[in-house]
């Protein structure tokens, strides 16, 4: 189990990005859970969540269910590949200007 954490840290030194939209992915992931779960402690307490759960008819392939969660992960892997362009605009880039930073940089604020 060491050597499984010790390569998958080692991938995460290499690449900081990775981390960091892991990071943020964990922490909306725990507030969205939190709020959700707040939501429906307070629907349950005033009696409205078991009708609507029976209107609904939730169930584990309910478009209730999945669509946020597919929304989710889209968006994560949005952020991921904009994050990935920016880090490798920023670092990983030649001394030379090419047309990707001709684009990129107004966006940055540079000039």
């Known amino acids: 189990m060491k050597q499984i954490s010790g390569k ?4 995460f030194e290499k690449i900081p990005i990775v981390i960091y939209a892991l990071k943020s992915f964990v922490i909306s992931f725990f507030i969205a859970a939190i709020a959700v779960a707040v939501l429906f402690a307070i629907l349950w307490k005033m009696g409205i969540y078991a009708k609507l759960e029976a209107a609904l008819d939730l169930k584990y392939n309910s ?19 904009v994050g990935f362009l920016m880090y490798f605009h920023k670092y990983k880039r030649g001394k030379t200007k090419t047309d ?11 000039k």
């Open 8 to 11: 998958i840290l080692s991938v």
């Open 63 to 81: 478009p209730i269910i999945v669509v946020p969660m597919w929304t989710f992960a889209a968006l994560f892997l949005i952020c991921l590949m």
């Open 100 to 110: 990707f930073y001709k684009a990129v940089a107004p966006a940055l604020g540079k």
